[in-house]
């Protein structure tokens, strides 16, 4: 069983910088797959990036690649995103999701375990 807890949302303007963390419990998270998904308001629960259980494999959504960076300190049970360059339309609430499984990582529906969301805010 794990859980997962996010933080660091806010309100930013465009170009800004944010990190989220998604803090986990449990002893075994360094054996889980853990992504990050947002959801705007009207709009599908959509993958934002993805790190697998060691770290060496990380996984990008085309709209954050190159502005988006997904780390993960087993040690701290603790993933991150720092999402740089940020624009009005990454405003959304962002989840943390973790799974034992690594395949399917884009895939909402195949991760077992969610955090309760941090909103993030750009304004233009």
């Known amino acids: 069983q794990v859980q997962v807890v996010e933080s660091g949302g806010g309100s930013v303007q465009a170009g800004g910088s944010l990190r989220l963390s998604c803090a986990a419990s449990?002893?075994?998270?360094?054996?889980?797959?853990v992504g990050w998904f947002r959801q705007a308001p009207g709009k599908e629960r959509e993958f934002v990036a993805v790190?697998?259980?060691?770290?060496?494999?990380?996984y990008y959504a085309d709209s954050v690649k190159g502005r988006f960076t997904i780390s993960r300190d087993n040690a701290k049970n603790t993933v991150y995103l720092q999402m740089n360059s940020l624009k009005p339309e990454d405003t959304a609430v962002y989840y943390c999701?973790?799974?034992?499984?690594?395949?399917?990582?884009?895939?909402?529906?195949?991760?077992?375990?969610w955090g309760q969301g941090t909103q993030v805010t750009v304004s233009s």
């Open positions: 999701a973790a799974k034992s499984s690594n395949n399917r990582l884009a895939f909402r529906d195949t991760y077992d375990y």
């Open positions: 449990g002893r075994t998270f360094s054996r889980y797959t």
């Open positions: 790190v697998t259980w060691s770290g060496s494999n990380t």
